[in-house]
């Protein structure tokens, strides 16, 4: 059970969440401003070059007329190619994202997609002066600058959305008290909402350059319009460079594409993605099938992580039948200005009034009407945005239809050309709703390793509606026009009541801190208690400590009477729920107190034991040949005990120890893979031979909500939430927060710990992983941090290349870079037995800080002790 307040900004924490909260949306990060103001010189660029081009394309040059021109090529050609050039960058956003998820990451991907796009660009200025005009070289040089610029376009959209995001870290919604004293739930998805409004809103900021390049274009020429946005796009890629040390940034993360895709061939196979979890081709005898399946990174939470980016590819499959409604305001309805009335003004002027109008309209979306929606309680979820942004988008086909209609009967150049309006600002609108919430829909149902894949796939969108318009060139031109745009109405608003209709609530997720207990009323919480099925024990928490809990209390035969509850199960993956994160192993890292001296020892003991017997709880589980060095000798307690039990103990001559160490030993360790042990013991718990250990997923925020009807004991596992749990409030609790590199090292078969006075250096291989280690790392009390940082990334890799020199053999990939908070505490772990005000029992089990793995067992065996006399009034069942 995680923290459902995030200690750093909640003063008021032992108060409990209280039904009716309003939500408020959180501080935006400054620097995503940053990224936002270099976005929004990108954006001026591509729209400025874009703005043009129609002109450019169609016109014939002729010094001194009304309409610019220079390749004369007529409109349908225009409008071919100017849909192709959109085409090319949105589809080579898929590039940019293989780029950034599988080799150089987001930010790197970026800088590269800059140099290429500032490439293009030059190409575009040099060959678009009168010279290169008359000499028939503009072609050639629009062709080549529209392939190139198409790739850098696609680089940086892939990456810049979700790398923006990635600015944000917290992950869950909390409670704040604001200066006026009222309560509010703070939450993160609001706060993201919040954010691409304001980043797509500076996108048109930018898109305002044609107002500029137009003019520059119809009063000097085409070479000094293209001149402007090469000259942004050079000045936004510097900053976005020397702004380097301010982001956060994700790592490559191996070949995430490849593993989805391995994971999308086990779903076809089972037949679904819940038949693919590990757990359940465990369950069913079928894991051995795969081999992916075998793989560490193979959890039932990345298999979810694969299904929600699978369901948001899913939800844009019918985008591009409202793109090639929007895309008609950047090519058709320019010529269509053409045709009316211009009085001076330039005919891709009008283009101009999408990005006016969405300047104007997201702040009122963000400060007006979301807010008075939330307060009046009015869910408008995503799928309706995106309905209504289909239907705003078919009624401005239809106004351009009838607009053309009466262009066709009325004398030419008689009707205004500001009389296009309309379609204009109601594409605009839509885009608020369809774009921004798609933008949404893409970050938050990625796995992190696929954010850019899955962000290029709707950009993808586009180019799919660009290329459909390729297609529609014949109609693209008099006298089909009426019907082309009145087609494309009736294809919006189908494709509207279609997204409705199969994707209903499907985007509706709730956010777990309203899935707390207090959100029900008692009816409902009985209902769920009968679902439920009770639990005379129930152990709060599915981390290692609790597992081990449930692993005791079923050995002892009272497995029938355990429910398991949690907010994170074994599978997950988050900064709240530690397990997974660790590098597991036993290790001389634990204190020199008594109470940790014997759970070490009872815990190294009965892992071997395990081992050595082939016991199913020791599937992942192997001895491994160790070596620890410390740089401050270990207290001589703590030296006479290891000596006791550890086997092949050697303690190594003064003489050979590396240079700063003061003490060292070699033994027989035991080495886990933390998040297959996790899922391992879950899956076996859940059988009936352990007795059916029942787990649920469910969030509370005060302890006494843990005792469900017929609940005799609740054994407390909450890790860093006891800190802030009501009913607990441990003060004496504090977060120590990790950092580890994943990587491949087939190689590296020992476990080699240094353990320093600030920090720990460790490879530790993870068993039955393919060759997976695990290298570290860091011991930082009190830094909630969840986000890696690159430069302690670096220390890891130098330090544990110097500690075993087998790693800098050339084998070794990383995989990924990960973070954890362990759930320390001032004076050691807490067991202890306690009667609560309400007259509850409590076996209070937590504060292992990173001892968890190698001390849990000991502390589950002590814990359970603690309540052998309430115990013994269950009837027990069989004993494993």
Not at 17 to 30: F, K
Not at 41 to 60: A, D, H, M, V
Not at 340 to 360: E, F, R, S, V, W
């Amino acid at each position: 059970m995680a923290e459902s307040t995030r200690i750093s900004d909640v003063p008021d924490l032992g108060r409990a969440y209280e039904p009716g909260l309003r939500r408020v949306p959180d501080r935006i990060p400054w620097v995503v401003g940053l990224i936002i103001v270099v976005e929004l010189g990108e954006r001026f660029t591509y729209f400025g070059l874009s703005g043009p081009l129609q002109n450019y394309i169609k016109n014939p040059y002729i010094p001194g007329a009304e309409l610019p021109g220079a390749l004369g090529k007529g409109q349908a050609t225009a409008s071919a190619l100017g849909n192709f050039f959109k085409f090319w960058a949105y589809a080579s956003t898929i590039l940019g994202a293989v780029v950034a998820d599988q080799y150089v990451g987001k930010f790197k991907a970026i800088v590269i997609a800059s140099g290429v796009y500032i490439v293009g660009l030059t190409i575009l200025v040099a060959t678009a002066t009168p010279a290169a005009i008359n000499g028939g070289s503009a072609f050639g040089g629009l062709v080549a600058s529209m392939v190139i610029i198409g790739l850098g376009t696609g680089g940086i959209k892939a990456n810049v959305t979700p790398f923006c995001a990635e600015q944000y870290t917290k992950g869950s919604a909390f409670i704040k008290t604001l200066k006026s004293g009222e309560r509010v739930v703070v939450d993160p998805e609001l706060t993201v909402e919040r954010m691409f409004m304001w980043f797509y809103w500076a996108v048109n900021i930018g898109a305002l350059s044609p107002l500029i390049t137009v003019n520059v274009e119809a009063k000097v020429s085409f070479w000094l319009a293209f001149l402007i946005p090469l000259i942004v796009i050079v000045l936004a890629a510097i900053v976005f460079t020397c702004c380097s040390r301010l982001y956060i940034k994700t790592q490559p993360q191996g070949s995430p594409i490849v593993e989805t895709a391995r994971t999308v061939y086990v779903a076809i196979s089972e037949r679904g993605f819940e038949n693919a979890k590990p757990s359940a081709l465990r369950e069913r005898g079928r894991i051995e099938r795969y081999s992916a399946a075998s793989n560490a990174n193979y959890t039932d939470q990345s298999v979810d992580g694969v299904k929600r980016g699978m369901r948001a590819c899913k939800l844009f499959l019918l985008f591009p039948f409202y793109f090639i409604c929007w895309v008609q305001i950047w090519n058709n309805l320019i010529s269509q200005a053409g045709q009316m009335a211009l009085h001076g003004t330039p005919n891709d002027l009008l283009q101009n009034l999408d990005p006016i109008a969405l300047i104007i309209f997201i702040p009122f979306l963000d400060l007006v009407v979301y807010p008075t929606l939330r307060h009046f309680k009015i869910d408008f979820r995503p799928e309706l945005k995106i309905t209504v942004g289909f239907f705003m988008a078919s009624i401005s086909m239809v106004y351009a239809s009838v607009l053309q209609h009466y262009i066709y009967i009325s004398p030419a150049q008689t009707i205004h050309v500001w009389v296009q309006t309309p379609a204009y600002v109601l594409v605009a609108f839509s885009e608020a709703f369809v774009v921004v919430t798609g933008l949404e829909i893409a970050y938050t149902n990625a796995p992190e390793s696929l954010r850019s894949l899955v962000s290029s796939l709707f950009w993808l969108t586009i180019g799919v509606a660009a290329a459909i318009c390729i297609g529609l060139a014949p109609v693209s031109q008099d006298p089909y026009l009426v019907w082309m745009y009145g087609s494309l109405a009736i294809v919006g608003f189908v494709a509207g009541i279609l997204f409705y209709v199969l994707f209903g609530r499907v985007l509706n997720q709730p956010v777990p801190v309203l899935d707390s207990v207090e959100t029900t009323t008692l009816g409902q919480r009985e209902d769920e208690e009968a679902q439920i099925g009770g639990g005379k024990c129930i152990p709060a928490h599915a981390g290692i400590i609790g597992l081990n809990v449930t692993l005791e209390l079923s050995k002892r035969g009272y497995g029938r009477h355990v429910t398991v509850m949690a907010e994170h199960l074994p599978g997950d993956e988050s900064i709240d729920y530690t397990s997974p994160w660790a590098g597991a192993n036993f290790s001389g890292i634990s204190g020199s107190d008594a109470n940790a001296l014997r759970w070490d020892r009872s815990g190294y003991s009965t892992m071997i034991g395990l081992i050595d017997a082939g016991a199913e709880e020791a599937k992942y589980l192997s001895k491994t040949e160790s070596t620890e060095y410390w740089d401050q000798a270990p207290s001589q307690d703590k030296i006479n005990s290891m000596t006791e039990y550890l086997r092949d103990l050697v303690i190594i001559p003064s003489s050979d120890l590396p240079e700063g160490v003061a003490f060292g030993i070699k033994f027989t360790t035991v080495t886990l893979n933390a998040p297959a042990h996790c899922e391992h013991l879950k899956h076996l718990l859940s059988q009936p031979r352990y007795g059916g250990v029942r787990f649920v997923r469910r969030k509370v925020s005060r302890l006494q909500d843990a005792f469900l009807q017929g609940t005799h004991i609740v054994f407390n596992c909450v890790g860093n939430a006891a800190f802030s749990l009501a009913g607990v409030t441990d003060l004496k609790c504090y977060p120590t927060r990790g950092q580890i590199v994943v990587a491949k090292a087939p190689s590296v078969n020992v476990n080699v710990m240094r353990h320093g006075k600030d920090y720990e250096t460790y490879i530790i291989p993870r068993p039955r992983s393919d060759g997976t280690v695990i290298l570290g790392g860091y011991l930082q009390p009190r830094d909630h941090t969840s986000q890696a940082r690159p430069v302690e990334t670096e220390s890891i890799l130098s330090r544990t290349a110097a500690l075993l020199p087998v790693l800098k053999n050339g084998e070794t990939k990383i995989i990924r870079v990960a973070v954890g908070l362990r759930p320390s505490r001032q004076g050691g772990a807490r067991v202890e037995l306690e009667t609560t005000p309400e007259g509850n029992t409590v076996v209070h089990n937590y504060g292992a800080g990173g001892t968890g793995f190698q001390a849990g067992m000991g502390m589950a065996m002590d814990a359970v002790d603690l309540a052998a006399d309430i115990l013994g009034h269950l009837q027990a069942h069989s004993k494993l």
